[in-house]
């Protein structure tokens, strides 16, 4: 059986933010929302610069089709958090980050713990037990019909049932939210899949614009040398090891971030729920009230 892995976090150049000369319009104000986030994107405040972290970033600086901005230093999405080093856990600690939603399965925590909360009593840590099965997805890469085709079409149908598959994360990371326990993070291995979904939904709920939904998923890609991380790994990981093995080509797109997989996911929402955010309402259980709580939360006026 063959599960989704977890890859360390490497280094990205971003563009520095626009500043405004005194006394000049603010251009950013002008765009439209998706425009305006196309910039926020590539922030240099986007992904945290930590020695051990995987894919961390912060969800501060997107527009909603309101007229409202998602506060920086609020939410972060992330990968396995085992790699954190002290400087790390230090920096998440000036961060003030209180609450941490665990998405992996038990054998992924317990190979790879979580650092941050054990050096930090204080931080409430929410876990859920399930045990995780990927041999369909190791059949498609080793089987006799193995190729890149195949291997996206695969990831395609996982994505159409991952909202559903994780909805009890979900759901307790949208109840952290509505009763304002952020700083908050939440994660799962390669911080692409469980918690991009978990990202996608949240931003979704918060009224920023669809394309911006997919390009924060996106990113992953532009943050993450998987390729390398994998080819690092092979000597010490039996997972990375096997993916070594296997033609490049047919592993890429189980480890990328391709726009059209977490299409799939809202897609596949909004077929038997009518919208996503009927599904965030009737399945995870996410009041009016709640929304609301966690828009005045997670977000403030532009």
Request: net charge negative; with cysteine; glycine share 6%.
């Amino acid at each position: 059986m063959m599960r989704l892995i977890i890859l360390p976090l490497a280094a990205l150049a971003l563009l520095p933010a626009c500043d405004n000369h005194a006394g000049q319009p603010n251009a950013e104000a002008e765009l439209s929302p998706v425009a305006a986030n196309d910039m926020a994107l590539t922030d240099k405040r986007r992904v945290l610069d930590l020695e051990g972290g995987v894919n961390f970033r912060d969800l501060g600086g997107y527009r909603t089709t309101d007229g409202r901005i998602t506060k920086w230093e609020t939410v972060y999405r992330s990968g396995s958090p085992a790699g954190l080093t002290d400087a790390d856990n230090a920096e998440l600690a000036r961060r003030g980050i209180r609450t941490f939603c665990d998405f992996r399965s038990n054998e992924e925590r317990e190979e790879e713990p979580n650092p941050y909360v054990v050096k930090n009593s204080d931080v409430e840590y929410w876990t859920r037990d399930y045990a995780m099965d990927s041999g369909g997805l190791g059949k498609v890469l080793a089987g006799p019909n193995a190729s890149a085709d195949n291997s996206r079409k695969a990831m395609i149908s996982i994505y159409r049932t991952i909202a559903q598959d994780n909805s009890e994360s979900y759901a307790q990371m949208f109840r952290y939210l509505a009763e304002g326990r952020t700083p908050l993070a939440f994660n799962c291995s390669a911080g692409k899949d469980r918690a991009g979904t978990g990202a996608a939904l949240l931003l979704s709920l918060l009224g920023v614009p669809r394309e911006t939904v997919v390009a924060d998923y996106a990113l992953s890609d532009d943050v993450v040398d998987y390729r390398a991380k994998i080819q690092e790994a092979a000597d010490s990981n039996p997972s990375y090891a096997a993916l070594a093995q296997l033609p490049w080509e047919t592993v890429k797109p189980l480890v990328a971030s391709d726009p059209a997989y977490i299409e799939s996911a809202l897609d596949a929402l909004e077929n038997e729920y009518g919208s996503v955010d009927t599904f965030i309402e009737r399945k995870l259980g996410v009041t009016e009230d709640m929304k609301r709580a966690i828009i005045k939360n997670l977000t403030e006026e532009s």
